[in-house]
């Protein structure tokens, strides 16, 4: 059974500061997603990573996949208050069924 | 401008009432869709695939018979909580995924917050 796990689950940062989020998961999967959530929102997509070493960059975020370690990362850029939120990745297992990790929930202070 | 859209977004309903959440992709014909519970804090999870056409395929320790789901058309996906009770409160999202042109994204709807007193 396809397990995703994310750490840290919480992180509080300074304005400014760069972080990463990881995010492991426990069998193959060829597509990897992120995705940010505000509170009391839906899910907004920010990634789709579809094969080893991709890598994509929007803003601020920056998301790399390495299949064969069976990771994936976010990268935070100089972070600004807007970016609090919490983030999810989510991996595909089997056909269509996505997993999601526990999230992370980022905060960022002035 | 939303590519799945949910309605309704909030809802309360009385103990033992059963309430329907609607589904929609916009733009695009969705074969399957999913459905996704999420409690507050807590991470998404998958209650039931919903297939245009077919019986939806539910999830360990999702009852069916509670939860109805319906996809009768290429563009709408239902989910009925029947005789709902106070634990049944949570927040419920669909998603829909496009097609490989699209790029393998799968869009979530905005979420109905159910709530049973």
């Known amino acids: 059974e396809l397990k995703v796990e994310q750490n840290p689950l919480f992180l509080s940062m300074q304005e400014g500061k760069n972080y990463t989020i990881y995010c492991n998961y426990s069998?193959?999967?060829?597509?990897l997603y992120w995705y940010r959530q505000d509170p009391g929102k839906s899910l907004e997509s920010l990634f789709v990573?579809?094969?080893?070493?991709a890598v994509k960059q929007e803003g601020r975020l920056m998301a790399s996949l390495d299949t064969k370690a069976r990771l994936s990362t976010l990268h935070i850029t100089a972070a600004v208050h807007d970016l609090s939120a919490t983030y999810f990745c989510?991996?595909?297992?089997?056909?269509?069924?996505?997993?999601f990790g526990q999230g992370t929930r980022l905060t960022i202070n002035p | 401008g939303a590519v799945v859209s949910q309605h309704p977004s909030r809802v309360i309903c009385k103990s033992g009432t059963s309430v329907k959440i609607e589904c929609r992709s916009l733009?695009?014909?969705?074969?399957?869709m999913f459905w996704y519970r999420q409690f507050p804090k807590q991470s998404l999870m998958l209650m039931a695939t919903?297939?245009?056409?077919?019986?939806?395929?539910?999830e360990q320790g999702v009852e069916k018979d509670k939860f109805l789901i319906n996809h009768a058309s290429l563009t709408l996906s239902t989910l009925t909580v029947t005789s709902a009770h106070p634990e049944d409160s949570s927040f419920y999202i669909c998603?829909?995924?496009?097609?490989?042109?699209?790029?393998?994204?799968?869009?979530f709807g905005e979420g109905s917050w159910l709530t049973v007193v």
């Open positions: 998603s829909a995924p496009r097609d490989p042109t699209f790029g393998n994204t799968i869009y």
């Open positions: 069998t193959t999967s060829d597509r």
């Open positions: 990573l579809l094969s080893n070493g």
């Open positions: 989510a991996v595909f297992q089997g056909a269509q069924k996505l997993v």
């Open positions: 733009d695009f014909q969705a074969t399957t």
């Open positions: 919903s297939n245009e056409g077919s019986k939806a395929t539910y």
